[in-house]
């Protein structure tokens, strides 16, 4: 191979000569080190998601923080009054406002969490069904046993006939014997969540009234606690009748 052409191998030392006339220093590499016109000096380009991707909350108390914040009332004015909600709630508000105002960037990230949040909710929803459907199936079977051998089926609780399973909707609901004891207190927490009824209209009524208007903060905070109340109770047996 003739040396001429050995001289224009890639692993040829540049001449002097080539940079004849160019200064090389701070800032002024050699040209062959130099960004080739029309190349990219990333050629395999930004890697897909990269520029939307969250960090991992790894640690357990940033975790445990971040959901305090997420969770911790903050007082907004609302239609001119202040309103205490969560801080998850704000900003939900605060992008849905935007949203409906048209920011392209709010619609989208509002229609992302509304899709999460249906996918999610039917996620557990259809998760539950399976768990009660396997439930009502392994019950029977395990009375069936028993019935065999005269065993007592008195501690199945719930019995799987208690059950019912709506099938157009798939709501779930389940028929309990009651104690004297326990219909006698559960009469006893819905009267209660009646009552949270009645003072409810009621503040709202005085939260109108100008006797009350050196004290709306008050009467509000006896709303949100009250609604909080008949939630607690109608969460855990049902409205009342």
Not at 11 to 38: H, L, M, R, T, W
Not at 48 to 55: D, F, L, S, T, Y
Not at 118 to 129: A, G, I, K, M, V
Not at 193 to 206: E, G, P, V
Request: charged fraction near 35%; charge should be positive; include cysteine.
């Amino acid at each position: 191979m003739p040396k001429a052409d050995m001289a224009k191998g890639t692993n040829s030392i540049p001449s002097p000569d080539e940079n004849c006339g160019y200064e090389v220093g701070y800032a002024k590499p050699p040209k062959e080190n130099q960004f080739k016109k029309g190349r990219s000096g990333n050629p395999r380009g930004r890697p897909k998601g990269a520029h939307n991707k969250q960090p991992a909350v790894a640690d357990q108390t940033l975790r445990k923080l971040i959901l305090a914040e997420a969770n911790r009332e903050v007082s907004v004015i609302e239609a001119g009054k202040p309103v205490n909600m969560a801080m998850s709630q704000v900003i939900l508000r605060s992008v849905a406002t935007k949203a409906a105002k048209g920011d392209a960037r709010a619609q989208q990230l509002f229609v992302t969490w509304v899709q999460k949040a249906e996918t999610d909710e039917r996620s557990e929803s259809r998760q539950f069904l399976e768990a009660v459907i396997a439930y009502k199936s392994e019950m029977r079977e395990e009375i069936e046993y028993r019935k065999a051998y005269k065993i007592p089926i008195d501690d199945i609780d719930p019995h799987p006939d208690d059950i019912h399973i709506d099938p157009e909707t798939g709501v779930i609901s389940i028929k309990k014997k009651l104690s004297d004891k326990q219909r006698e207190a559960r009469s006893t927490w819905h009267d209660r969540a009646r009552r949270c009824d009645r003072n409810i209209i009621q503040l709202k009524k005085d939260l109108k009234d100008e006797e009350y208007k050196d004290c709306i903060q008050g009467v509000e905070d006896e709303i949100v606690f009250e609604r909080k109340i008949r939630q607690i109770i109608v969460s855990k047996i049902g409205e009342p009748n």
